[in-house]
């Protein structure tokens, strides 16, 4: 069965510290991506990568860096982590191209105390 | 900039019947149109991917339509269950080929027994 698997499930960090979300895809996906989804304002791209140690912007990107070192992994870093930071995080990945649909993972959900 | 809208409001419906669920597009067509199921606290999962021409698509109790002219989806679920509970997302590709996605904010469907 192939999936996303993302590193927590529940996380409660404080604020400012540096906060590291990991996800891995074992279906030698090129595309990754990292969205947080909040009430009301659906699901935000942060940041994307299709290649290895490749990542463009996505629509949120300030407060956050990603790393992509190896093809199947793709972390989120908040550097600082801030209480409007509390979300769920999802991390989901694709093959390259328009025509392929998006597997998710379970999700992290966040909170900044 | 491109943009997806579905009806926020909950659609609730009564077992047995046909659930209707409607995105409308801004902007130019995409050229493919994606459909996930959302359910609490857990990632999207892909269900559909329509393209431009197809005008039409099923997959078992669930059919979606592609209307350029009226820049609409409908996404269909016959002979509904209160399994089928759960939020639906639409989404489109943004520009550019890299596959990125633009979500709705998805509608909530309540099946009731």
């Given at each position: 069965d192939v999936k996303v698997t993302q590193s927590s499930r529940y996380l409660v960090k404080r604020t400012g510290e540096k906060v590291f979300l990991e996800c891995v895809q074992?279906?030698?996906?090129?595309n990754m991506f990292w969205y947080r989804q909040d009430p009301g304002l659906g699901l935000r791209l942060i940041y994307f990568s299709y290649d290895v140690k490749m990542k463009e912007k996505g629509d949120i990107p300030e407060g956050y860096s990603v790393s992509r070192e190896k093809k199947e992994r793709f972390s989120l870093i908040l550097e600082s982590a801030s209480t409007n930071q509390t979300s769920m995080y999802l991390c989901a990945s694709s093959l390259l191209g328009v025509d392929y649909g998006y597997t998710f993972g379970s999700g992290t959900r966040l909170t900044v105390v | 900039s491109q943009k997806i809208e579905q009806n926020s409001e909950a659609l609730n419906i009564q077992e047995g019947k046909t659930a209707t669920l409607t995105c409308n597009y801004t902007n130019y067509s995409p050229a493919y149109l994606q459909w996930y199921r959302q359910d609490p606290g857990r990632g999207p999962v892909f269900l559909l991917l329509i393209r431009e021409n197809e005008k039409e698509k099923r997959k078992e109790r669930l059919k979606v339509t592609f209307d350029t002219t009226l820049k609409q989806s409908l996404f269909h679920i016959t002979a509904?269950?209160?399994?089928?509970?759960a939020t639906y997302l639409c989404a489109r590709h943004g520009s550019g080929n890299t596959g990125k996605l633009i979500f709705g904010q998805g509608t909530t469907l309540q099946v009731k027994p």
């Open positions: 074992d279906m030698d996906h090129e | 509904s269950q209160p399994a089928d509970s």
